[in-house]
């Protein structure tokens, strides 16, 4: 596996379901990044870990619920969603050392649909 | 914190018909402009980082270029595999990156 990884692709959840998605980089880098991509709006921030802490969080509302267990992995556990989170989710890591220099390496994404 | 807006929205182009993206910054400080580009269903893939006014950065039939307030994506001779949407970032702190909302380009053979 090369780069960064995100689980499941798609995923369809009801309003009352409880699930997760997973990020893992096999790039070594010290940051990992949460956006929020939907339709028609520019990607927004959600969450920033910096060496497995957690540097940001954009008033994301308690129902989308980060996780960093070391600094290859990171979660985003999702519970009582509403239709208005159906969007995709991008993972992204960085190195980060000093002057942003803007780098980021994204996953795939997880499209996530609530019904 | 910084804001980048882009335009046009979407742009059509034939194949071979050179065009330029623009991204507009409203910055305290330049820290650095960054473009992306996106296929369907992926995430951003980095193409360019540029700090200074009168910078440039160049791969395959891209060009960036920046001055004090714009930078502009150069599409020399574009081809259709050139077509996904061009997104240009500006810096949030140290880390993290805040978008443009893109343009949708489809070069058409």
């Known amino acids: 596996e090369t780069g960064v990884t995100q689980t499941p692709r798609h995923l369809v959840m009801g309003m009352t379901n409880k699930k997760s998605l997973k990020c893992e980089q096999h790039?070594?880098?010290?940051?990992m990044y949460w956006y929020k991509q939907s339709a028609k709006k520019p990607l927004e921030l959600m969450f920033v870990y910096s060496l497995e802490e957690r540097v940001e969080n954009n008033s994301v509302p308690s129902r989308f619920s980060p996780e960093c267990p070391n600094s290859s992995h990171l979660f985003l556990h999702l519970h009582t969603l509403q239709p208005e989170d159906s969007a995709l989710y991008l993972c992204?890591?960085?190195?980060?050392?000093?002057?942003?220099?803007?780098?980021?390496?994204f996953g795939e994404g997880s499209r996530l649909t609530v019904l | 914190e910084d804001q980048v807006t882009q335009s046009p929205e979407a742009l059509r182009l034939q194949e071979g018909e050179s065009s330029s993206l623009n991204c507009s910054y409203t910055v305290s400080g330049l820290r650095g402009l960054f473009w992306y580009r996106q296929d369907p269903g992926k995430g951003p893939e980095f193409l360019f980082t540029l700090y200074s006014a009168g910078e440039e950065k160049e791969k395959e039939r891209l060009k960036a270029t920046l001055t004090k307030k714009e930078s502009f994506l150069h599409i020399t001779a574009p081809k259709p595999e050139d077509s996904a949407t061009y997104l240009c970032a500006s810096p949030r702190g140290r880390r993290a990156l805040t978008f443009g909302s893109g343009t949708r380009l489809q070069v058409q053979p």
């Open positions: 790039l070594g880098h010290n940051a």
């Open positions: 992204a890591s960085s190195q980060v050392a000093g002057v942003n220099t803007g780098e980021l390496f």
